[in-house]
Structures are given as C-alpha cells and as structure tokens.
C-alpha cells in the first residue's frame, strides 16, 4: 500500500510538472525557447532543474515547488517590461552586440572581450556559408551568440534585380489540410476559403478526411498526398 501510495504521489507531481512548465512556456512566449541570451539560458536551466526535483523529491511540497516556478516563470517577463524602454537595463541583460571583423580584418581584441577565438570564429562564418574569411567585409557577433555577416560588395551574389529581370511577387506557401482536418486559418491567409477548396478536393473524387496533407503553392495549385501512398495529385 505503502508502494502504491509513493508511485501515486510521483505520478502527481510529474503531472503537475509538466502541466507548469506547459502553461510557463505559453506565458513566456518563444523567445525562450528559440534562440537564448545569457539570461534565457539560466532561466530555462533553473527552471527545469526545479520541474525535475518536484517531479521525483517527496522532501519538497508541491506548493513550494509551484511558488518556485511561478517566480522563475515571471523574472523574464519582468525583465522584458523593464528593458523595453530601458536601453541601459537591455545592455545589462542582454548584453551588446560585438563586431569582430571590420572591413575585412579580424578585431582580436573583440573577440578576447567576448572569450571567442579565431577558431570559433571561422567555424561560425563556414556554417554561415562562408569558408574563405577574405569574402567578408564586416561580421558581428550578436548577443545570442549568433554571427552575422556582410560579404565583400565584388562576393554578394547577383540578383535578378541586378540583371533588370521583372520578378513576380510569389505569395504564400499553406497547408490546408492536415490528417483529414481543414485548417480554416491558413486557407484565410492565402485569401482562399472553404468553399473553394471542397471544389477541388471534389472534382479529384477524393475525400477530405482521405488525405494526410494538402498544401496550396505560391502559384496557387493544389498539392494532395492520400493517407493510402504518398503521390502527389494535381
């Protein structure tokens, strides 16, 4: 009984968790949980190790340990309020960003002030595409870690712009159907409706709930997978 009683409170708590971190992540919003700052990283640290402990420590109240999550939950969201109109408050949490190369050379100094080497460096600009550091004409190192770069005016590639070739605004990519369930939201984004899109599901013969994704192009045409194979009907 004994047994039971202990596997019946972690069951609790572990659901109690995940709900709260569930309903913070939604307060928080996505920044939280795309790229971080110093200070989203030990949030998000913090708050899980506290999410982990009352999941699995009997020791600490379920109370304690959703008091504790709140006050976590709130501190980036205080600190937004502060910063948004604080540029000084903003340099302090979220720290500047940093050039680290100007005009073609590496500014080594920045780079010691940010605990970043040449190494990190060149690995940067290869996963930004870059793998010859004489094409870059300015890069900077951003406050979420992420580098970004300006290439060389003669090594930025050519545009149709460039060439004087008329383009043709392409519009948005939707998916309207998914797992047989309309998706009314993205047929208003792409100025389609329901009514429109029952026309052409019908004169293929096909059923809505018979399809597992349909998407509409920048063109407008109509991509249908069935939930029976994977071909592609136009």
């Known amino acids: 009984m004994e047994v039971l009683t202990a596997q019946l409170d972690i069951l609790v708590r572990n659901t109690i968790s995940i709900v709260s971190l569930f309903i ?14 110093f200070l989203d990283f030990i949030v998000g640290i913090t708050i899980g190790s506290i999410a982990a402990s009352l999941s699995i420590d009997r020791t600490i109240s379920i109370s304690h340990g959703i008091f504790s999550l709140i006050i976590w939950g709130l501190i980036p969201i ?19 960003s940093v050039v680290v190369i100007e005009k073609g050379k590496i ?13 990190n460096l ?27 770069i300006q290439l060389k005016a003669e090594k930025l590639p050519v545009t149709k712009q460039d060439l004087n070739i008329a383009v043709k605004q392409q519009g948005l990519f939707a998916n309207v159907i998914m797992d ?31 399809i597992v994704l349909a998407s509409v192009d920048k063109q407008g045409n109509l991509y249908i997978d069935l939930k029976e194979d994977s071909t592609n009907h136009h």
Do not use: P
Request: hydrophobic content about 40%.
């Open 107 to 119: 500014l080594e100094e920045n780079l010691k002030k940010e605990k970043y080497n040449v190494n």
């Open 122 to 148: 060149i690995e940067e600009l290869r996963l930004g595409g870059v793998f010859d550091i004489s094409d870059v004409e300015s890069a900077i190192l951003e406050t979420n870690g992420r580098l970004s």
């Open 78 to 96: 205080l600190i937004f309020k502060v910063t948004l109109n604080n540029d000084h408050a903003r340099r302090l949490f979220d720290g500047t």
């Open 180 to 210: 047989g369930k309309i998706l009314n939201e993205q047929l208003r984004l792409i100025d389609r409706n329901e009514r429109w899109l029952l026309s052409e599901i019908n004169n293929r013969n096909i059923r809505v709930e018979d």
């Open 24 to 37: 913070l992540a939604l307060i928080m919003g996505k920044r939280l949980i795309s790229e971080l700052n």
